[in-house]
């Protein structure tokens, strides 16, 4: 399901929101894009699992066979590259044009509400944290892998579960059978999360990421509910789209 926009007010301008847009398109455009090698710049730039559990830079023989060996055969091809600062820098990588403006446009749609009740700051610690969440949970259950994780999706699947437990009655506008409807969001939201688990293990996308990403911002939303209402109420939200 491709969502077209929401019928959610905002209250103000989404500066944070329209931040991240900003940088991540910076990073495409004038980091990969300019790129000799982009492949080898998402390499030098991107979270590695294999990078994560062993503490150590791959190297060329874990690139060609595909497997993480906890030791180092040959000399790291990147050796100065730092593996804390890539599970963030990952977050604003992305694969292909068609890869980043899809992000984009479901962080535009789902972030600006978002953003409206955990406010700039908030909203900025939520996405970063989702998408180390989600990083965690695709490292989790691939530990071996030596295939980069790029993407926003992670962490706008965290901003995405917010909206669901703090919006769930707003109403998303989405093709069905090439018919533009509008749905509640929350229906919108579950058949999202339901379909990630009907990704084919071999097409590339980190699925799991995008489940883990999800849970923690339906989580962290649930937990600061009744603040981020009265934060919404006292900026005089219309709030049965929050009922």
């Given at each position: 399901m491709?969502?077209?926009?929401d019928?959610?007010?905002?209250?103000k301008t989404p500066i944070m929101?329209l931040v991240?847009?900003v940088a991540?398109l910076?990073?495409?455009f004038?980091?990969?894009?300019?790129?000799a090698?982009?492949?080898?710049?998402v390499?030098?730039l991107?979270?590695i699992?294999?990078?994560?559990v062993?503490?150590?830079p791959v190297d060329?023989?874990e690139?060609e066979?595909?497997q993480?060996f906890?030791?180092?055969?040959?000399a790291?091809l990147?050796p100065d590259?730092?593996i804390?600062?890539s599970?963030v820098?990952?977050?604003?990588?992305?694969?292909?044009?068609?890869h980043l403006?899809?992000n984009l446009?479901?962080?535009w749609?789902?972030?600006?509400?978002t953003?409206?009740?955990f406010g700039?700051?908030?909203?900025l610690?939520l996405?970063l944290a989702?998408g180390?969440?989600?990083?965690?949970?695709?490292?989790?259950?691939?530990?071996d892998?030596v295939?980069?994780?790029?993407?926003a999706?992670?962490?706008i699947s965290?901003?995405m579960?917010?909206?669901?437990?703090?919006?769930?009655?707003?109403?998303?506008?989405?093709?069905?059978?090439?018919i533009?409807?509008?749905?509640p969001?929350?229906i919108?939201?579950?058949i999202?999360?339901g379909?990630?688990?009907l990704?084919?293990?071999?097409?590339?996308?980190?699925?799991e990421?995008?489940?883990?990403?999800?849970?923690?911002?339906?989580?962290?939303?649930a937990?600061?509910?009744?603040?981020l209402?009265r934060?919404?109420?006292?900026?005089?939200?219309?709030?049965?789209f929050?009922r």
């Amino acid at each position: 399901m491709i969502p077209i926009r929401d019928q959610n007010p905002g209250l103000k301008t989404p500066i944070m929101t329209l931040v991240i847009i900003v940088a991540a398109l910076a990073v495409y455009f004038g980091i990969q894009t300019p790129s000799a090698r982009p492949d080898m710049t998402v390499i030098e730039l991107a979270t590695i699992p294999c990078e994560i559990v062993t503490g150590d830079p791959v190297d060329l023989v874990e690139l060609e066979t595909g497997q993480c060996f906890s030791e180092p055969i040959g000399a790291p091809l990147f050796p100065d590259k730092s593996i804390i600062a890539s599970l963030v820098v990952s977050i604003f990588l992305h694969g292909s044009l068609i890869h980043l403006f899809g992000n984009l446009w479901s962080l535009w749609i789902f972030g600006n509400n978002t953003e409206d009740a955990f406010g700039r700051t908030g909203f900025l610690a939520l996405y970063l944290a989702a998408g180390l969440a989600a990083t965690g949970a695709h490292v989790a259950l691939h530990p071996d892998s030596v295939i980069p994780v790029i993407g926003a999706s992670g962490a706008i699947s965290g901003v995405m579960g917010a909206y669901l437990v703090l919006f769930p009655h707003a109403r998303i506008t989405t093709w069905v059978v090439y018919i533009p409807m509008a749905i509640p969001a929350w229906i919108f939201l579950f058949i999202w999360f339901g379909s990630q688990f009907l990704i084919s293990a071999d097409s590339g996308i980190a699925w799991e990421a995008h489940v883990g990403g999800f849970v923690f911002g339906v989580l962290t939303a649930a937990v600061l509910r009744p603040r981020l209402i009265r934060r919404l109420r006292t900026h005089h939200f219309p709030l049965e789209f929050v009922r």
